[in-house]
Every structure is written in structure tokens, then in C-alpha cells.
T-cell receptor, first 112, second 119 residues
Framework: AQTVTQSQPEMSVQEAETVTLSCTYDTSESNYYLFWYKQPPSRQMILVIRQEAYKQQNATENRFSVNFQKAAKSFSLKISDSQLGDTAMYFCAFRPRNQFYFGTGTSLTVIP | KAGVTQTPRYLIKTRGQQVTLSCSPISGHRSVSWYQQTPGQGLQFLFEYFSETQRNKGNFPGRFSGRQFSNSRSEMNVSTLELGDSALYLC??????????????????FGAGTRLSVL
């Protein structure tokens, strides 16, 4: 079975600090894509960052970066210089051959 | 370019009724997926349509069905509604079918969702 686990249901971080959200997944496939999506209180799901499993280099998008450990099946998201607008639910997802699999989400609150 | 549009945004139904939700993908996107989102469960995959054909299906009962039209617009239907069907239903579109193309073509773009309440 292919699963995604986000072990931190809720997290908080002080504004301007750095926070890391964890994600592990389980799959027997070797080729897949990994994503982090953000869902602010307004509900629209937005892509934050993406990673191809065959690329060893970790993806970076401005203040967002990932730590991808393929052997450990781990895909954590680091948010640097946290801003109030980062307050949202964050979902880790991966897409092997047939469909997307999402975790249950981590609710992140940025404290002023 | 317009994003993914879902209508209606809110629905209130009673048990036993049926409901139809609509999704218009981003122009040029051929794949449409549907998800059920409930607190604590995350996003549960319902099904994916591509070229008017259901290509992938999640683990939901047959009361949940869908279809896709030639213009890639999709509808989802839930018959004989149950209280447990209350959820946010999200639609997502991508350029291509899951796993068949490059990373960029696999990215899913989501609509704002339809909030269904079953009383």
C-alpha cells in the first residue's frame, strides 16, 4: 500500500524563525514526484514546492526548501524567515504511477 | 488564465438526496481529479478522469460517480446521501494523466472546493 504520513498535526513558529515539517511515505515504486501543498484558511490549495524522486538535489523555492532522503522515504519541508501569511494547513503528497496520495496535513501557525 | 472553477461553493442537502458537483479545469488541462477532504482524514482520492474516461478510482462506494465531457469539464455525483458524506470536495486539474509525463505536467491545480453539508 502506498501511504503518506505527516506525524505533526499542529505546529507553531515565531515570525522570522525557521520551521521544519516532516513527511514520510511508503511506496515500492522507484519513479515518482513529491509535492508540498499549502491550504490557507480561505481553502484554495496552492503548490509550494515539488521534487522529482530521481533528482538527488533538494528543491528550493525562495524561503521554502525540502530535505529529500529517498532511501529513508522522507520529504521534509523547511520554511525559513516565517511570515504571518505562511499560516495554513500544509499537505505532503506524492504521485507515483497512478494517482496522488496525500498526508493528513500539518496545521502551521505563525505567531507574531 | 482562469484557474479551476468549482460550483456551487456551498450545498446543503438531506439524507437520501443526490447531489451533482461541477468542475471546470484550467484551459488546456485534460486530467481532472476529485478528492474528499474531512478533518483528520486529509484528502481522500475519489477518481481521475482523462479524455472522458475514468482512469483511476479510489476506495469509495458506488454511490460516488463522475464523468468528464469533451471540453474536459467534469461532474461528480453522489446518490443516496449519508451524513458521513458531509465534507469539502476538491477538484484538481493537470495537463496530463498521472505518471505519464514530466513533472510539470503532473502538477495538480486545485479549485476552491464545494462544501457539502448533509443534514
Amino acid at each position: 500500500a502506498q501511504t503518506v504520513t505527516q506525524s505533526q498535526p499542529e505546529m507553531s513558529v515565531q515570525e522570522a524563525e525557521t520551521v521544519t515539517l516532516s513527511c514520510t511515505y511508503d511506496t515500492s515504486e522507484s519513479n515518482y514526484y513529491l509535492f508540498w501543498y499549502k491550504q490557507p484558511p480561505s481553502r484554495q490549495m496552492i503548490l509550494v514546492i515539488r521534487q522529482e524522486a530521481y533528482k538527488q538535489q533538494n528543491a528550493t523555492e525562495n524561503r521554502f526548501s525540502v530535505n529529500f532522503q529517498k532511501a529513508a522515504k522522507s520529504f521534509s519541508l523547511k520554511i525559513s524567515d516565517s511570515q504571518l501569511g505562511d499560516t495554513a494547513m500544509y499537505f505532503c503528497a506524492f504521485r507515483p504511477r497512478n494517482q496522488f496520495y496525500f498526508g493528513t496535513g500539518t496545521s502551521l501557525t505563525v505567531i507574531p | 488564465k482562469a484557474g479551476v472553477t468549482q460550483t456551487p461553493r456551498y450545498l446543503i442537502k438531506t439524507r437520501g438526496q443526490q447531489v451533482t458537483l461541477s468542475c471546470s479545469p484550467i484551459s488546456g488541462h485534460r486530467s481532472v481529479s476529485w478528492y474528499q477532504q474531512t478533518p483528520g482524514q486529509g484528502l481522500q482520492f475519489l477518481f481521475e478522469y482523462f479524455s472522458e474516461t475514468q482512469r483511476n478510482k479510489g476506495n469509495f462506494p458506488g454511490r460516488f460517480s463522475g464523468r468528464q465531457f469533451s471540453n474536459s469539464r467534469s461532474e461528480m455525483n453522489v446518490s443516496t446521501l449519508e451524513l458521513g458524506d458531509s465534507a469539502l470536495y476538491l477538484c484538481a486539474s493537470s495537463l496530463e494523466l498521472a505518471g505519464t509525463a514530466s513533472l510539470a505536467k503532473n502538477i495538480q491545480y486545485f479549485g476552491a472546493g464545494t462544501r457539502l453539508s448533509v443534514l
